[in-house]
């Protein structure tokens, strides 16, 4: 089986699917009707961080490379992929708080300037 190649799958559909969640909002204002699936997903994203969660595809690609006979390894995807290059110390409570908070801040600006385009159109 082609586990790595799964793994690596999942790998570049979380990665994308944390740029759809923090930067989403701004295809609102060429297609509107992406806010219906951006929204819970920026939603997810807000409450999986500011939980300290793990979304679901971490644990799924640590499976799929252990069955490819690499090592998984600890943590979430943040704190794997993105905190060693960013964050070397790894990655803290606050700093998932902040993250959180950096998603909530950057779609509510968005969506705030995309409504007010809309209404000043009308």
């Known amino acids: 089986m082609p586990y790595r190649a799964l793994a690596d799958l999942v790998l570049i559909?979380?990665?994308?699917?944390?740029?759809?969640?923090?930067?989403?909002?701004?295809?609102?204002?060429?297609?509107p009707r992406v806010a219906y699936l951006h929204l819970p997903a920026a939603l997810w994203?807000?409450?999986?961080?500011?939980?300290?969660?793990?979304?679901?595809?971490?644990?799924?690609?640590?499976?799929?490379?252990?069955l490819a006979g690499e090592p998984g390894y600890r943590g979430d995807f943040l704190d794997h992929y993105l905190t060693a290059a960013i964050y070397p110390i790894g990655l803290t409570r606050g700093i998932q708080i902040a993250l959180g908070a950096l998603v909530l801040l950057v779609n509510v600006t968005v969506y705030w300037l995309w409504w007010r385009k809309r209404r000043s159109a009308v």
């Not at 699917?17 to 609102?28: C, N, Q, R, S, Y």
């Open 13 to 31: 559909l979380h990665f994308a699917f944390i740029l759809f969640v923090t930067l989403g909002g701004l295809l609102l204002f060429r297609w």
């Open 45 to 66: 994203g807000m409450l999986i961080e500011l939980a300290g969660g793990i979304c679901p595809l971490t644990p799924l690609e640590q499976r799929l490379r252990r």
